[in-house]
Each structure stands twice: as structure tokens, then as C-alpha cells.
């Protein structure tokens, strides 16, 4: 796969149909693509298999867009399941209706049947990826969104030689589909990935096909800009190349402060731009990157093989052997529970804010949330063997000890109407009803309740919310993923919050602006929004098996009074239930 591309000469090879609007003296692009969902054989760990693509495609094709462009996407659904597609990261304003997520803020595009996803994209910069949102689609249904600045402006660093985007995924023998059926009918978890990919191949661990690994010909001396997306279903990851440094210059399309380091960590659902400046290396030279998974979850409960691809200098055209890559040395990575690692690395990581690009995060908050997450149980159904942690349980997670059920209708469209009854409540806990040590043992009673609760905002609201990971049933990272809005991480920290100690160390000046935060093992972090954009908005743990288990809910933010502060009726073509 030639990944690489040069920001100007690849726009118009993408493009359906471009058109261009003068407005407020700056050109702005309406950009239009056509999404066909259908089944496409490809052939990965030796086997070939049928498996749900965009125009065929794996990964997905690149959405490209200018900052300020309006993106018009048609999706027509040609295979037998239900699709949506979620453009993670995008804010969406005014435009709730084409977030994606199934349930949330749309019924999904049934079989034969079509959507049109129409945003504009405002004050982004940098990369996104859109996934299928619902059920584990997404395990073959993702791809890049690149936003590139606006015409005539510059990127606030060296102007890169070539972008190319490194996207992280998960591979299944199995259809995911019937693993996580399987895993949802047991109550136990889910069987593991088979292995990692970087932009759709495995590697030459499993001695298939030379194809099978990704490889990056690259030109020594120049600086490459590589555009990083976690796609993976359940894994955070760290990524390596051997011999190499990098500059994280963007994170969730927010520049930052340039950070140095020879390591990166990605949780599913982020999304970082990176700069990697080649050295003067003969050609023919090699160095192996490598990914492989963070996680403080039982070994043997994840996926813990490393993906391999190559670095190659004007190496021409020749495909190199397995053997020979085989024989290179694999950069060292941390731990696989270097949790200590990952918070000194995501301290690290401060917005740009200045002057061009400020942060302008709430200095004030008019609501306060206190969010206990993680794992518990629910109870086993009768006539029913469960195999969940605890006898005749399922295993759940959850929010305040609620473990969010799926509405069979769309909230946004309940919402909208003003026909909530039957399809929510807006009683959801704004702190934990029965408080405890979060981080200690795990407690007796490990039982959630179930239910479709909400957070009901007026517009503008400035919140601040404080995620506290329990260590109920084994303390996990949880990254979670905020729709419809960044926010600021003002703060992170071990073990429990202190709400006396710990705010005055908030970071209100230059925290940094991401859509999904890692909430640490055993720990807690803190974010401060402003509710600007009215909709519904899903909020929720990016691990998969997490989410289905329950760790989401929903934001309802009202509209404001002004006619720009009000969600707009649905589009005609929204798919019914
Ligand atoms: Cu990337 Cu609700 O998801």
C-alpha cells in the first residue's frame, strides 16, 4: 500500500466532487464522498476472509478536508447487517444528526438503505478517523479523516516532506461479530484479537506472505509527518521505531506544545499528529517499528502479540523478505503495565496555547460531576449458565454503578420531539450514590443496575467533570471519549481524588484539548467543557468490550436562545427505527 502522499497534490485525487463557496473572504470547500458498505475478501494472517469495507477498502479510504470545509458523505448500506458511521472526533456543531453513534443520535441505515452525513468541520486541525458505531463493526469499518489548515496557512511547525498515516487496528481470525455475541450470551469476556496491524497488515511474525507487512520507504534526511490513529477495538498501545525519535506536534486534531520522545502511547480512539525527522542513513537501511499493547488487565484477558512493520531508506522497489526483517532488531517498549510510564508521558502533553491558537479553557465551572467508572457484575438470567467473574453472574461495567442499557429508539430524535417518555430518564447520578474506597479492595457487592440515564445541560453550561477509575474486579485503564465537544485534562492523578488537595493543582492555563482521555489504572483525571453544542452526546469507555458492557451514557445539552445556539430539525433522510 503506497500510504504516502504530498498535502498538495493528492486533495483532487480523493475527491468525488469538489465545490468551492467564497465566505467571509476565505475560500471554503464543500467536499463530497460516497461511502459503499460491502463485503470485500482479504486475506491476512494466510487466510482470506469476507469482511464489512468501505469501497472495498482496508482500512477505510482518507477523508480530506481543509479547516473550515463542509464535508458531505453519502453512505449506502449494501451488506446485511446495520451500519452507522461515527466521525470521531469531528465537534459536530449543529449538526448532532450526523454524529453516527447507533441509538444515540440516529436509527441505523438498514440493509439497501442510504444516508447522507453532512458537517462542517470548525476549528480542527490535524487528524481524526471515522468508525462504524455500532456493535463491533468498527473491527474492519475505519479510516482517516485528514484535516489539513486552512488555504494560505501554515502549519505551526517544519513544513513536513510527506504526511503519511499510521493506522493501529485489531485482526480476528473469527468474525468479531459472533465473538462478541458470544461473549455478550456467556457474561465472560471476549476472545482476543488474533493480532495487531498497522495500516491493515500484521507483520512477518506468522511467516504468510511478504505483503503482509507494512512498509514505510522513506528519504534520509527529511521530515515526515505521520498521522497516528488507535483503531484498535480493545487495546491501548505503545509504538516504537527502532533509531528513531519523535516530535508529538497535534493530539485529537488540537496542536500541542512539541514533545519529544521515542515512544508513543495511543488508546483506542486518540489520535496524534507526529513528526519523524529521518536520519542520513545509506540506503538500504532498515529499522523495525513495532506496537504492542498497554494493559493492567489480567494477562491472557488481552491480546499481548507485537505488530511489526519497516522503516526502509531508498530501498527502490524491491519487497524485502520476511527472513530478513525478522532478523532486525525490535525497538524495546515499556512494560505492559508501565503505568507509571503512561502518566509521566500524558503529563506531559500541554496545548499550544498561544496567541493563533489559545486555550480557552473554563477559568469557572457551574457544574461539578464526580464520575466512579469500571468494571461490576449483573445478574445471570434465569434457565441461563453465565460464566462471568463471579458464579451465575455477567460480567458489566458501569458509571456511578450504572451500566447504561441501549434504547431501541434514537435519544437525539426522543429528545427532539420532546418524547423522552419510555426512551429515557434524566435522573443519571451526578456522584456516586453509595460512595467507597474506589481504588481498594473490590467491594462485596459488585451488582450494577441497569438503565437509560442522562445528564440534561442548559446550553453554555461550563461543567467540570472528575472520572475516578475503581479498581472493582481489577483495576483497568478506561479511555473516555467524549462526543460532540473537546475537552481540557486539568488535571490527572493515582489512587482516589481528593477534592480538597487536588483541584488547586489543575492545569488551567496551557492543559491539553483531546475528545478522549485515559482515565489511569487505579487513578483519576479531570476535564473542564463548555456546553456549546446542543444534540445528545454519547459518552463512553473507547475499549469495546467495555462499552458493550456498559461504561457510556449520554449528554443531553438543551438549545440555547439564539437561533445559532439551536440544534436545526432532522434531515429528511434520516433513517427511522
Ligand atoms: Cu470513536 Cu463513540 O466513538
Not at 447487517?81 to 461515527?86: A, L, M, R, S, V
Not at 453513534?101 to 439497501?112: E, M, R
Not at 462526543?483 to 493543582?505: C, E, M, R
Request: include cysteine; hydrophobic fraction near 35%.
Amino acid at each position: 500500500m503506497a500510504a504516502s502522499f504530498l498535502p498538495s497534490s493528492f486533495l483532487g485525487v480523493f475527491l468525488f466532487l469538489t465545490c468551492f463557496v467564497y465566505l467571509n473572504g476565505s475560500t471554503s470547500t464543500t467536499r463530497h464522498y460516497k461511502f459503499n458498505i460491502r463485503m470485500q475478501n482479504v486475506t491476512r494472517l494466510c487466510e482470506t476472509k469476507s469482511i464489512i469495507t468501505v469501497n472495498g477498502k482496508f482500512p477505510g479510504p482518507r477523508v480530506v478536508a481543509r479547516e473550515g470545509d463542509r464535508v458531505v458523505i453519502k453512505v449506502v448500506n449494501h451488506v446485511s447487517k446495520n451500519i452507522t458511521i461515527h466521525w470521531h472526533g469531528i465537534r459536530q456543531l449543529q449538526s448532532a444528526w450526523a454524529d453516527g453513534p447507533a441509538y444515540i443520535t440516529q436509527c441505523p441505515i438498514q440493509p439497501g438503505q442510504s444516508y447522507v452525513y453532512n458537517f462542517t468541520i470548525t476549528g480542527q486541525r490535524g487528524t481524526l478517523w471515522y468508525h462504524a458505531h455500532i456493535s463491533w463493526i468498527r473491527a474492519t469499518l475505519y479510516g482517516p479523516i485528514i484535516i489539513l489548515p486552512k488555504r494560505h496557512e501554515s502549519y505551526p511547525f517544519v513544513k513536513p516532506y510527506k504526511e503519511i498515516p499510521i493506522i493501529f487496528g485489531e485482526w480476528w481470525k473469527a468474525d468479531p461479530e459472533a465473538v462478541i455475541n458470544q461473549a455478550i450470551q456467556t457474561g465472560a469476556g471476549p476472545n482476543n484479537s488474533d493480532t495487531y496491524t498497522i495500516n491493515g497488515f500484521p507483520g512477518p511474525s506468522k511467516n504468510c506472505s511478504a505483503n503482509e507487512t507494512y512498509r514505510l520507504k522513506v528519504k534520509p534526511g527529511k521530515t515526515y509527518l505521520l498521522r497516528m490513529i488507535n483503531a484498535a477495538l480493545n487495546d491501548e498501545l505503545f509504538f516504537r521505531i527502532a533509531n528513531h525519535t519523535f516530535i508529538v506536534v497535534d493530539t485529537d486534531a488540537s496542536y500541542v506544545k512539541p514533545f519529544k520522545t521515542d515512544t508513543i502511547y495511543i488508546a483506542p480512539g486518540q489520535t496524534s499528529n507526529v513528526l519523524l525527522k529521518t536520519k542520513n542513513f545509506k540506503p538500504n537501511a532498515k529499522y523495525l517499528m513495532a506496537a504492542r499493547p498497554y494493559s493492567t488487565a489480567a494477562s491472557g484477558t488481552f491480546d499481548n502479540t507485537t505488530v511489526i512493520s519497516v522503516l526502509e531508506y531508498d530501498v527502490g522497489k524491491t519487497t524485502v523478505a520476511n527472513s530478513s526483517i525478522k532478523a532486525l532488531p525490535v525497538p524495546p517498549l515499556p512494560q505492559i503495565n508501565a503505568t507509571t510510564f503512561v502518566a509521566n508521558w500524558t503529563n506531559g502533553l500541554r496545548s499550544l496555547a498561544n496567541a493563533r491558537f489559545p486555550a480557552n479553557v473554563p477559568q469557572t465551572t457551574q457544574r461539578r460531576f464526580f464520575f466512579a467508572l469500571g468494571l461490576g457484575t449483573t445478574p445471570c438470567p434465569k434457565n441461563q449458565t453465565c460464566q462471568g467473574p463471579t458464579n451465575q453472574t455477567k460480567f458489566a461495567a458501569g458509571i456511578n454503578n450504572v451500566s447504561f442499557t441501549m434504547p431501541t429508539t434514537s435519544l437525539l430524535n426522543a429528545h427532539f420531539l420532546r418524547q423522552s417518555n419510555g426512551v429515557y430518564t434524566t435522573d443519571f447520578p451526578t456522584t456516586p450514590l453509595n460512595p467507597y474506597n474506589y481504588t481498594g479492595t473490590t467491594p462485596n457487592n459488585t451488582m450494577m443496575t441497569n438503565g437509560t440515564k442522562v445528564v440534561v445541560l442548559p446550553y453554555n453550561t461550563t461543567v467540570e467533570l472528575v472520572m475516578q477509575g475503581t479498581s472493582t474486579l481489577g483495576a483497568e485503564n478506561h479511555p473516555l471519549h467524549l462526543h460532540g465537544y473537546n475537552f481540557f485534562v486539568v488535571g490527572q492523578g493515582s489512587g482516589n481524588f481528593n477534592s480538597t488537595t487536588d483541584p488547586p493543582n489543575f492545569n488551567l492555563v496551557d492543559p491539553v484539548e483531546r475528545n478522549t482521555v485515559g482515565v489511569p489504572s487505579g487513578g483519576w483525571v479531570a476535564i473542564r467543557f463548555r456546553a456549546d453544542n446542543p444534540g445528545v452526546w454519547f459518552m463512553h469507555c473507547h475499549i469495546e468490550i467495555h462499552i458493550t458492557w456498559g461504561l457510556r451514557m449520554a449528554w443531553v445539552v438543551n438549545d440555547g436562545k439564539l437561533s445559532n445556539q439551536k440544534l436545526p430539525p432532522p434531515p429528511a433522510d434520516l433513517p427511522t427505527c
